[in-house]
């Protein structure tokens, strides 16, 4: 189901318009911008001390350990308490880092109450090893409140390691197979029934399960926070860069109405001011949805161990900045000869009598529909190259 705005904001920016307050449109336009960005999503990670929740929390995140941002990590317990840690690039996404359960500071009895649980979409029970008694106790009082829960195996690639220097006849499948029973039998044996555990390397977010649980996490996230989810995910194949495109491409259509019910406003010049505006906005939207930017970029060359550079190389458009500016959206603009003349036919018609405007309601669409579709067909491309470099480089 798509969230469009209420009537009466379009009304408010038609009031605005009419008196030719640019500024105060332009503000109102901000705003359906930033609405989605600000619908919260908190997700909890737990689990018992030195499972490895903190580099998960720093992974999911595009976040390499020894980032500023990054959530501490070491051999021994480092979360002493509930402590939030926003996604660089969405902050109304927060990954909590929970101490472990079943520690003297957080007994399992109380753990629940004393986290906060009530504030949490859902939770991901971390385990580096077998899951634990306390680990499905809290997966119960979890079900209790009527909240999921999602059972993580981590340090997958240190097993497999292991495996492969002590196993005369390695088989990876057939590892990763062991592995998911023994856990799921743990879970059976003290009285989960049909419990789902997912394997990830937190280092290697594209090997084993950690595809597979991000597509879960989001089919069952409610209908209003599946895209802040999608969007605040690495882009760990060229799959979820697909996924990111569609959903940005559903709102094309909705922008380009508003594009257009600003042509319907007869003062010179301040449709095409908006609509550069309006442009900058959701572009740096799309920009930041697939990693784009210099700080995401270089995030990800830290993570990945790929040089900056070779990362930069293989984009090619001109949009790589700290920020997206109008200058900025000009130029690429001006690339495509298309995309100007319909902008100079739309200045043109509003200036004809009567019949202007309607024309110039339907460029404006059309302008503003072109240039996003263009703008995001070249922003995604650029995206899967980085993928690519990251995973083949």
Partial sequence: MQVFPHKHIHTEIKETLDRNDQDLARAKIQEYLDKEQNVPLNIAVTGESGSGKSTFVNAIRGIDNKDEKAAPTGCVETTMEVTPYPHPNYPNVTFWDLPGIGTNNYPAAKYLK??????FDFFIIISADRFRENDVKLAKEIQKMKKKFYFVRSKIHDNIRNEERSQREFNEERTLIQIRNNCIQGLQDICLQSPQVFLVSSFHLTLYD????????KEELPELKKDAFLLAM??????????????FQAKVKYWATLSAAVAGVPVPGLSMAVDIALLVGVVTKYVLGFGLDIPSLKRMANYSGVPYEELKKVIK?????????????????????????LLAAEE????????????????SF????????????????????????????
């Fill in 210 to 217: 950690f595809p597979l649980l991000v597509e879960t996490l």
């Fill in 114 to 119: 004393m986290v906060g649980f009530e504030k």
């Fill in 234 to 247: 690495p882009n760990i194949s060229v799959d979820m860069i697909k996924e990111k495109k569609k959903a």
């Fill in 317 to 341: 458009s001109t949009l790589i900045a700290v920020k997206v500016t109008p200058e900025l959206v000009m130029r690429l603009l001006a690339q495509f000869s298309s995309l100007a003349v």
């Fill in 366 to 393: 059309t302008f503003t529909y072109r240039s996003l579709n263009m703008i995001l067909d070249m922003l995604a491309d650029d995206a899967e190259k980085v993928s690519l470099q990251t995973q083949y480089f």
């Fill in 348 to 363: 043109g018609f509003r200036l004809i009598p009567l019949l202007g405007i309607p024309a110039a309601v339907g460029l």
